[in-house]
């Protein structure tokens, strides 16, 4: 088992940004591949980024890449969401999740934390 616990969010302008964490406790963390989801109001859970075990791989989104960065810490069992040049469609809950593998696909992940709120005002 993997908690998981997002903070960060809040109220920003348009073309702000905020850093996005997400702590985890219980197993080992490393051995993991992480995710980050995120879901507006009416609409379905979507992908937004991952990261390989290592580190040295990312994936994005094509609506978030070359604004978002996904990184991670394995010491502090801590993986990062640094969003750049928010823009309204971006408000939504922002959720990590633990992945045996690396996918887009929501089912592909085991845990999930409780979410972080991101506004973004116009």
């Known amino acids: 088992q993997v908690q998981l616990v997002e903070s960060g969010g809040g109220l920003v302008q348009a073309g702000g940004s905020l850093r996005l964490s997400c702590a985890a406790s219980g197993r080992t963390f490393s051995p993991y591949n992480m995710g980050w989801f995120r879901q507006a109001p009416g609409k379905e859970r979507e992908f937004v980024a991952a990261i390989t075990r290592s580190g040295i791989n990312t994936y994005y989104s094509d609506s978030v890449k070359g604004r978002f960065i996904i990184s991670r810490d394995n010491a502090k069992n801590t993986v990062y969401l640094q969003i750049n040049s928010l823009k309204p469609e971006d408000t939504a809950v922002y959720y990590c999740?633990?992945?045996?593998?690396?996918?887009?696909?929501?089912?592909?992940?085991?845990?999930w934390g409780q979410g972080t709120q991101v506004t973004v005002s116009s």
């Open positions: 999740a633990v992945s045996g593998g690396i996918t887009t696909a929501v089912y592909g992940y085991d845990y």
